[in-house]
T-cell receptor, first 115, second 114 residues
């Protein structure tokens, strides 16, 4: 079974600085999808960014980018120019590309932005 | 606007009572999901449905039941057999036309059982 590990329960960053959230996963599959979701205090889950395992190029969405290391099974999220609105829980998630509908989540990292 | 509606936002029940959480979507998505969120444990899959009149158990289905009689609706019943029902419940949906399509989530229902 696939597992997703987020080893940083909490992180903090100064406003306008850059922070990297870690995520590792365990799988024997060769093709899969990886996601980062954000959950602000409102508790609404919001997609931040996604990566397809067969693509070597790291995904980027404005201030958010990933460092996808397939061999190391690592999928970290970098937030540049951190803003107060980035404060939230961040969840890493994995889904197989082989007919399995299940999305497996990590335990989350709580990000605090220091003004 | 298209989206997923979960109601109510807060729900209180006495121990031993069954309770049904509502989830409605107008996104025309085929697949729907129920997740449970507890502090420090991330999101865990309870049930999911890829098509009307069909659904599958997730990782923690014991004590829960679902139905999918309409594409738009996927209610979750928390039965008295669920030992620790107090939690935050999230409903989600996604189109099944591609595997990389992300989940769209509702705003959640906080269930408290005393």
């Amino acid at each position: 079974a696939q597992t997703v590990t987020q080893s940083q329960p909490e992180m903090s960053v100064q406003e306008a600085e850059t922070v990297t959230l870690s995520c590792t996963y365990d799988t024997s599959e060769s093709d899969y999808y990886l996601f980062w979701y954000k959950q602000p205090p409102s508790r609404q889950m919001i997609l931040v960014i996604r990566q397809e395992a067969y693509k070597q190029q790291n995904a980027t969405e404005n201030r958010f980018s990933v460092n996808f290391q397939k061999a190391a099974k690592s999928f970290s999220l970098k937030i540049s120019d951190s803003q107060l609105g980035d404060a939230a829980m961040y969840f890493c998630a994995y889904r197989s590309a082989f007919g399995n509908e299940k999305l497996t989540f990590g335990t989350g990292t709580r990000l605090t932005i220091i003004p | 606007d298209g989206g997923i509606t979960q109601s109510p936002k807060y729900l209180f029940r006495k121990e031993g009572q069954n309770v049904t959480l509502s989830c409605e979507q107008n996104l025309n998505h085929d697949a729907m999901y129920w997740y449970r969120q507890d502090p420090g444990q991330g999101l865990r899959l309870i049930y999911y449905s890829q098509i009307v009149n069909d659904f599958q158990k997730g990782d923690i289905a014991e004590g829960y039941s679902v139905s999918r009689e309409k594409k738009e609706s996927f209610p979750l019943t928390v039965t008295s057999a669920q030992k620790n029902p107090t939690a935050f419940y999230l409903c989600a949906s996604r189109p099944t036309d591609s595997y990389n399509s992300p989940l769209h989530f509702g705003n959640g229902t906080r269930l408290t059982v005393t």
